[in-house]
């Protein structure tokens, strides 16, 4: 049981690693491209990000 529990921790840390590396690769890419749609929710985010930090 604790076997299984480790497996589905292991398992489930994988995967969210895995999720961020994914999503920093279309944004990098989104950075390389911008004129792709995704640079430009990329940018937008990014400017709201600058906003944010000048706010606090």
Not at 7 to 36: C, D, E, K, N
């Amino acid at each position: 049981m604790i076997l299984l529990q480790t497996v589905r921790s292991v398992g489930v840390t994988i995967g969210v690693t895995l999720l961020s590396y994914v999503s920093r690769s279309v944004q990098f890419a989104a950075m390389l491209r911008p004129s792709a749609s995704l640079g430009k929710i990329w940018a937008k985010d990014e400017r709201s990000l600058r906003y944010d930090a000048a706010i606090g």
